[in-house]
């Protein structure tokens, strides 16, 4: 029996507190029903690390929304986020109501570790993530600046995963490499089929009947020579158009196929540079001393760099991006043994991109 009881007691028990939770989840959707907002309340997450973006820039932003007045069944919570989330530089954004009426809003920036401001109308973000945005007209961080020109695997106008734009043109061109190689077996087979014909017609032979006078049977003789002349010229023409049409469609393919490891290329080249800046960034004197990274490209594709210090009135010529951490000891080891004692403003060019030496000019 007290075992019964407890049973009752215990089943009473959560009667009453599903009871309570249905009188408040009531109680609240019958207020929210007539309560009205009232504001709008902007939290930087992230704000004491990074300063790309302010509270009082996303309440610009929102600015258009209606908010005030309001029901708060009626809270346009996606519609904000939405016009948060347009702006790239913008990680994330949640919105929510408060139990005061007004609507939270909590904003988290994206961690920029370099900036890209390139010939081709290029100006922009690299993120942690590993992902672009444009640059803020209003805003900037305080991360290296790459300038110069080379090849971007994606376009002035593109924001998010570096790899995107990529991954697009890669499948764009498998599709045409597909397809020409199929035109391309449909030639070779049409050329194949022709070129049967032209052999059927070739083995072809005339016999004379036996009752057939000498004079049909010549007769026949000559038209069977004619179409084979007429014939075999036409069946060659036509194999011959469809052999230069399969061999300019092999040329295209070669071409697609080009331009695939082009953009493979550039891409990697792209990321080396960025794993170059991520190394100097690790570096608490390097990341002091270099303050831009300038980019140009060799005619063979090789990304080629130009390092500019915040100390002396130099221009360290790096090369390519190869041999990294020898290039940066021995620059190291001649700011330390030779510039202390030539001084910090007596070269214009100081080049590591040689084995067991740094070579410079002077003023």
Request: proline fraction near 2%; glycine fraction near 6%; aromatic fraction near 8%.
């Amino acid at each position: 029996m007290k075992q019964i009881g407890k049973i009752i007691a215990f089943s009473i028990f959560w009667v009453v507190i599903v009871a309570v939770m249905v009188l408040i989840g009531r109680h609240s959707s019958a207020r929210s029903e007539v309560q009205t907002l009232t504001g709008v309340d902007v939290v930087i997450k992230d704000s004491a690390r990074r300063q790309m973006v302010d509270a009082a820039e996303v309440r610009r932003w929102i600015a258009p929304i209606k908010v005030e007045g309001v029901r708060a069944v009626d809270a346009p919570l996606g519609e904000i986020e939405g016009a948060i989330l347009a702006h790239g530089h913008v990680r994330s954004a949640e919105a929510y109501l408060t139990p005061d009426g007004r609507i939270r809003i909590e904003v988290t920036q994206h961690a920029p570790t370099m900036r890209m401001m390139l010939d081709g109308g290029y100006d922009f973000y690299l993120t942690d993530r590993g992902e672009v945005f444009r640059s803020p007209e209003l805003s900037a961080a305080y991360v290296p600046v790459i300038t110069g020109r080379f090849d971007v695997p994606f376009s002035a106008k593109h924001e998010g995963a570096t790899d995107a734009q990529l991954k697009l043109k890669i499948n764009e061109l498998d599709s045409l490499i597909d397809a020409t190689e199929e035109a391309r077996n449909d030639l070779l087979i049409e050329h194949r089929h022709i070129q049967r014909q032209r052999s059927k017609l070739r083995g072809r032979t005339v016999k004379k009947g036996l009752f057939e006078s000498q004079e049909d049977f010549e007769w026949r003789k000559e038209s069977l020579k004619k179409t084979k002349k007429d014939s075999g010229a036409l069946y060659t023409y036509r194999m011959r158009v469809r052999q230069k049409a399969a061999d300019q469609k092999a040329v295209e393919v070669d071409r697609l196929i080009e331009r695939q490891k082009k953009l493979q290329k550039n891409y990697e080249d792209f990321i080396n540079l960025t794993n170059f800046v991520k190394l100097i960034e690790d570096d608490d004197f390097w990341r002091a001393q270099i303050v831009e990274i300038v980019v140009s490209q060799s005619q063979n594709g090789a990304l080629f760099l130009r390092l500019v210090p915040r100390a002396g009135n130099h221009t360290i010529i790096f090369g390519r991006i190869e041999k990294v951490e020898r290039k940066l000891d021995r620059l190291m080891r001649f700011y330390c043994e030779g510039l202390d004692k030539e001084g910090w403003n007596t070269f214009r060019t100081i080049d590591v991109r040689f084995d067991d030496q740094v070579v410079c000019t002077r003023r």
